[in-house]
């Protein structure tokens, strides 16, 4: 029986068109409606023009509001899957939270463009008839929030824009992929691990993210120190390792009750408390910060944002990023 699938347009360049001065803009009418009929080959497909916003727009509330949406949907018309098209730079931002907010086992698939509507190759078209394959098909259930860009199919944990304009931007640089799109069908090579699931009322927590630089100052946390924020997620070093100039802000910060997470800036490995030196992940670990795994910065920020509405506790916040 042919598939129910709800497509939810929110916008960026997918639904935008380029002018003759090069400037790409958001259309009125929603461009991705044309690509409607190409996809009545792949299943039963209702279309609802959401929102119509630049990715950049894209705020965890509106993430939230997507998410109500889709379960007010799922649960009203029972639909097999379900595609978003959205921005590709918040895309991967938007695709990690509803991943760890919505609990149900349909697919729930992301996709964009890196082209907008009326350019020359533009890419729009054939990832929302990818994404929509994907959710039609029964094995992309319990796998969690997906993103398909380029007949590639990438768990959203682990997928990151990689690239400014290529077309095949998303990559998952830590695992790659865990399916791809054939001319015939969709295949899974891997399944990502449990999902977690964070049930959250609204994401208001305050939690900005900083990446660590060499000679930073640490008169640049005194805004921190002086706003009410609810925690910080701080990109380190390597391993996780920060200058030491910095430590004696961050102490207050943890004394105020704060939590910090540390990820790295790198793409690839996982922070640890190895160092054994003056700001050496060791001593960041002494000092009560919570080592945030493999994820990058801003899906850290997202994490500790739905983790705090459960729980302010350095420890417990650590046993949840330790998952
Ligand atoms: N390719 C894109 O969609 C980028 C655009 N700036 C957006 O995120 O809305």
Sequence with gaps: MEKKILVINTGGTIAMSIDESERVKPLEEHAVEKIGPLLERYADVTMINYINLPSPHITPEIMNQLRLFIQQELSQHGYDGVVVTHGTDTLEETAYFLDLTLPITVPIVLTGAMRSSNELGADGPVNLISAVRTAADPQSRNKGVL????????????????????????????????????????????????????????????VPLMKAVAGMDPNWFQYLIE???????????????????????????????????????????????VYDYDGGGRQLKEMGMIFGGGLNGQKARLKLMVALAQTKNFAELQQLFDQ
Excluded: M, W
């Design 147 to 206: 993103v398909v860009f380029n007949d590639e199919i990438h768990a959203a944990r682990h997928v990151t824009k990689t690239h400014t304009s290529n077309v095949a931007t998303f990559q998952s640089p830590q695992y790659g992929p865990i399916g791809t799109i054939a001319k015939k069908h969709v295949s899974y090579h891997h399944a990502p691990l449990d999902r977690e699931y964070y049930p959250v009322a609204s994401p208001t927590a305050n």
């Design 227 to 273: 706003q009410p924020v609810d925690g910080l997620v701080l990109e380190a070093f390597g391993l996780g390792n920060l200058p030491p100039t910095i430590l004696p802000a961050l102490q207050k910060l943890l004394d105020k009750g704060i939590p910090i997470v540390l990820v790295s800036r790198c793409y690839n490995g996982q922070v640890q408390d």
